[in-house]
């Protein structure tokens, strides 16, 4: 199984960058997807999850209405639009797989990670 993350990089505050998560290996629309990052000295948190159709999204309360998850099944790739991008928001971003039937925010729940992409977000 791959995870391979892309779309990261250094923008200014205010600005926009969508991620791509790009899956092989596995049965993409049979998982529940995730987005999580870890920043500097900090634990890795949930970001953003989606449901196996993709008509279910789950959010982190710092980036509601900032961020939104989509996926494509027939693609194999998951997305992260990430707008309105704040310097807190710096962290590398990872993707994941849960095939776990409920839940989305617990790492733990999480059977496959991608490498991570860095987003640096300056004031």
């Known amino acids: 199984v791959q995870l391979q993350a892309s779309g990261g990089g250094l923008v200014q505050a205010g600005d926009s960058l969508r991620l791509s998560c790009a899956a092989s290996g596995l049965t993409f629309s049979r998982y529940r997807m995730g987005w999580f990052r870890q920043a500097p000295g900090k634990e890795r948190e949930f970001v953003a999850g989606i449901a196996t159709n993709g008509y279910i999204s789950y959010y982190a309360d710092s980036v509601k209405g900032r961020f939104t998850v989509s996926r494509d099944n027939a693609k194999n790739t998951l997305y992260l639009q990430m707008n309105s991008l704040k310097p807190e928001d710096t962290a590398v971003y990872y993707c994941?797989?849960?095939?776990?039937?409920?839940?989305?925010?617990?790492?733990?729940?999480?059977?496959?990670w991608g490498q991570g992409t860095q987003v640096t977000v300056s004031s």
């Open positions: 994941a797989a849960s095939g776990a039937s409920a839940g989305y925010s617990r790492a733990a729940l999480y059977d496959y």
